[in-house]
């Protein structure tokens, strides 16, 4: 583990490796430092021993790259990355048909907060949410096979941020925009920004039976931008907070002009409410959605006066609090859900905004927490005594501090400029506390230099001791921007896709493989199994696709071994496509056959001794 060193100036360099080559030059025979013995008890912490399964699965967000990363705690191992909202090769995503469709054309996404689906508080270890702040979706993995089920445009949303944080037992999860649009992204002038542009929050559901998401309706907020959320939890499940920036509602060099007031806002809604709203009609149709305007259909929106340029809010474990970070101001502010919900009820107002009441600061404030030289405070966590960890960027640590005092229990330095952290189980109504992980921006000086640009880090943090403890490191690529961090034993993947009969692409007979022709359109029904391919059992040459020119090809596959961890892929040499069947799996690839001539096809993952006999030809008559 490397040892934290502060940047120092060459001179004091200088110093530190003349001491460092005396030492090496130490006559005596080498003796166990405490320091040795220290980097040996942190090495058995981390070391998971070959056969052996880590504790918690770490799901981490693959920021602009659109994809999942999955990890091993405390191994810090990367076991998987699971695509997303960008097309993989490794796994066919977005080339087979199912998943091409799903992305819709987009080739990137920036995903930024994952949330795992959650039953009366607790992560269940069913589902993944994710949201993409490049092209504006929405995204749900099942966790038994670790693969998206389902993508949703989010309409009347640029970028939705601030999200995904899910309700306790994930009746929602609310995707509020960082960018503000006009609703329908009309064109509008941007002089006509206070008018004309809005915020907008959306309210998603998901069916899981049929594993599918939906829009249940929006709301139309002023035109700032949404930075963070999060949802109440037991007293206050019904409710859930964001931040915002820009209140100022500039137009324009935003780094200057949206730091103006010394104020924005915490909007606190009560999700209950305006669902009964929705019920109950108050709401307009606009572009297909149901919105609600507040300024017009009132109530179950306030806004929270908070230090300027707020970015993370977290909602205490207990449900109690929910405490705002500053970006610009160095404090945390731990506010009351009781008293909110007090000075709601004897309308405790300091005015409104866009119709939107504001509830005045002292009412709902509890206290300002602003450690000495503790700077640029971004997002909190909990451990099980709900003490609080909270991310400081610019001063590059970790901070213990105890929510129900302001008083500080510990730092732990990190390498550098954390953004979120993410304790084990930590968005949950009992966090493990054990673990918690930094995930940092920046990670000069840590691994093995591949240029001028290097990958993000997350290191992992022991809690159990007196103090925090770095432990290991891990490089992510890009980025971190949060993760999920739960109990192994929660999730339970499949080992092989069960037999659907009912699917009328399957093939499960070899006898059964065929081709079938209706004018131009081909469709294969095939198979792939160790170690050949099978599209037409009848034929001649039973692992040949011949099709004319312009033909519309559809190529069913089944995995016909029943066998864990035996894929298969199929890949067309020269025709940019290669998509993958997992054990028992079936998938389609659909394309125009518009290029003539003779085109191998192969399995792309080594699945026996065999695997590279496992080929055919694909033939386009001219
Ligand atoms: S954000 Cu705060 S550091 Cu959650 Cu997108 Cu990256
Ligand atoms: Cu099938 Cu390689």
């Not at 649009?181 to 049929?210: C, N």
């Not at 939906?214 to 959320?229: F, G, H, K, R, T």
């Not at 029943?562 to 199929?570: E, K, S």
């Amino acid at each position: 583990m490397k040892k934290w060193i502060p940047p120092v100036s060459g001179l004091l360099t200088g110093l530190l490796a003349a001491t460092v080559f005396f030492a090496d030059f130490s006559p005596s025979t080498p003796a166990v430092t405490a320091e040795d013995s220290k980097n040996k008890s942190n090495a058995e912490k981390v070391y998971v021993p070959f056969g052996e399964k880590d504790e918690y699965y770490l799901m981490a967000s693959g920021g602009h790259s659109g994809q999942m990363f999955i990890y091993g705690v405390p191994s810090m191992r990367h076991i998987r990355t699971v695509p997303v909202f960008t097309p993989d090769p490794a796994t066919g995503y977005g080339y087979d048909k199912h998943s091409k469709e799903m992305l819709g054309g987009f080739t990137w996404g920036d995903l930024h907060h994952p949330a795992l689906s959650e039953t009366n508080g607790d992560y269940d270890g069913k589902y993944l949410f994710a949201t993409d702040v490049g092209n504006s979706r929405a995204a749900v993995l099942n966790l038994e096979t670790f693969t998206t089920k389902d993508i949703i445009n989010v309409p009347n949303t640029s970028g939705p941020h601030c999200a995904a944080f899910v309700t306790e037992n994930t009746e929602y999860m609310f995707l509020p925009t960082r960018f503000a649009v006009p609703i329908g992204h009309e064109y509008a002038s941007l002089d006509d920004y206070s008018e004309q542009y809005r915020g907008v929050m959306s309210a998603v559901t998901f069916d899981q039976e049929k594993e599918k998401m939906d829009i249940a309706y929006q709301v139309a907020l002023p035109p700032w931008s949404y930075d963070l959320s999060d949802a109440g939890k037991k007293s206050s499940a019904d409710w859930a907070v964001m931040t915002t920036y820009n209140t100022e509602e500039a137009t324009t060099n935003l780094e200057i002009n949206a730091s103006q007031a010394d104020r924005d806002f915490i909007v606190l809604f009560n999700w209950r409410e305006l669902e009964k709203k929705i019920a109950d009609g108050q709401y307009d149709e606009v572009t297909g959605q149901k919105m609600i305007f507040p300024e017009k259909h009132k109530g179950g929106i306030y806004l929270v006066p908070v230090a300027k340029s707020p970015h993370g809010v977290d909602v205490t474990p207990d449900g109690k609090h929910f405490i705002a970070s500053g970006k610009l101001a160095p404090a945390m502010t731990v506010f009351s859900f009781e008293k909110a919900i007090e000075a709601i009820e004897n309308q405790d107002f300091a005015g409104e905004r866009n119709g939107i009441p504001i509830i005045k600061y002292e009412s709902v404030m509890e206290r300002e927490v602003n450690p000495e030289n503790a700077l640029g405070p971004l997002h909190t966590q909990f451990d099980e005594e709900g003490m609080a960890y909270t991310t400081m960027f610019i001063s590059s640590e970790i901070l213990k501090w105890n929510p129900a005092t302001g008083e500080t229990l510990d730092r732990v330095p990190v390498q550098y400029s954390p953004g979120h952290s993410v304790a084990a189980e930590g968005d949950t109504v009992a966090p493990d506390g054990k673990y918690i992980i930094a995930l940092n921006k920046i990670a000069k000086d840590s691994y093995l230099s591949v240029g001028p640009s290097h990958p993000e880090s997350m290191q992992l943090i022991d809690l159990s001791g007196d103090k925090m403890e770095v432990i290991q490191s891990a490089p992510v690529n890009p980025e971190p921007h949060y993760a999920q961090m739960i109990k192994a034993d929660k999730v339970k993947t499949i080992s092989v896709y069960d037999k659907d009969e009912t699917n009328k692409d399957a093939v499960y007979k070899q006898e059964d493989a065929k081709i079938v022709r209706k004018g131009n359109e081909v469709h294969v029904y095939g198979i792939a199994m160790r170690s050949k391919f099978i599209f037409d059992a009848k034929a001649e040459r039973p692992d040949v696709i011949e099709v004319n020119k312009g033909d519309k090809v559809y190529i069913h596959l089944t995995n016909i071994d029943f066998d864990q961890d035996i894929t298969h892929g199929f890949a067309i040499n020269g025709y940019d496509l290669n998509i993958e069947v997992q054990p028992g799996q079936v998938n389609t690839v659909e394309f125009t056959a518009d290029k003539a001539g003779t085109f191998p096809l192969y399995c792309t993952n080594f699945c026996s001794a065999l695997h590279q006999e496992m080929t055919g030809y694909f033939l386009v008559k001219p």
